[in-house]
């Protein structure tokens, strides 16, 4: 019997013949109200040194591997030697409206052997968290992964302190696979690691659901939402 196949024809779910995957190309992804760029000091600096000021307890930084930079000048410094690379692919997130850089997110631990591929190092300032642009920035993310790249799985990984970050994962149709304790030590502290992941099989009913909620019918005059995007995933 013949099996259901992704965007690029190649086989979905557990019984099939697997050919490998495609790597993340360094181009745009662009949406309605965000665009993903890959990261580039000279455009992107000076607007993240300014969206990250303005959380002005550092708290975004809690869980990530860095602490806040005091000066654009560290950040610019800590981008050369971190965000320059392949893998992790880091790519900032452009805010529309202003055309200004408001975050970064990347595709890391690429494996296009087995299909497998995490998005980490998610960074958004104040001025992009709870906006459709974050939850668009992590739809066209997804968006690359499964249509246009062809993996088996996609995952997010969180110290299982972070409860926005679990929270953001179950929000977004990622399923909880379990915790993976003392898995690393970063910044003088252990960390247990929470494991989520998107699976192929899943992501058709997850990409409708979330093309649902980005629709221009489901905001208001003034923006906000009509319906919750977990209602558009029952």
């Not at 805010?95 to 850089?101: E, H, L, N, P």
Request: one cysteine or more; a negative charge; charged letters at 25%.
């Amino acid at each position: 019997m013949a099996g259901r196949v992704n965007h690029l024809g190649q086989p979905i779910g557990e019984n099939v013949v697997w050919a490998g995957a495609t790597r993340p190309p360094r181009s745009n992804m662009d949406g309605k109200y965000c665009r993903l760029e890959p990261i580039d000091i000279e455009r992107h600096a000076s607007d993240l040194f300014e969206a990250f000021s303005a959380d002005e307890t550092g708290s975004i930084w809690t869980y990530l591997f860095t602490d806040p930079f005091e000066t654009e000048a560290d950040l610019r410094e800590w981008m050369a030697k971190a965000c320059l690379g392949d893998d992790p692919l880091f790519h900032a997130v452009i805010d529309k409206r202003t055309g200004k850089a408001v975050g970064f997110a990347t595709f890391m631990r690429i494996d296009q052997v087995m299909g497998v591929i995490e998005v980490g190092n998610i960074n958004f300032s104040p001025a992009l968290q709870r906006t459709p642009a974050a939850t668009e920035a992590m739809f066209l993310m997804m968006r690359r992964v499964f249509n246009e790249l062809g993996y088996r799985r996609y995952e997010w990984k969180c110290d299982n302190l972070n409860a926005p970050s679990h929270k953001a994962a179950k929000r977004l149709g990622f399923t909880y696979e379990g915790l993976f304790r003392q898995a690393l030590v970063y910044k003088g502290r252990n960390r247990d690691t929470a494991w989520f992941s998107i699976i192929d099989s899943e992501w058709p009913m997850i990409e409708a659901a979330m093309t649902a909620w980005l629709a221009d019918d489901n905001f208001d005059t003034s923006g906000q939402q009509i319906k919750s995007l977990g209602e558009f995933m029952k």
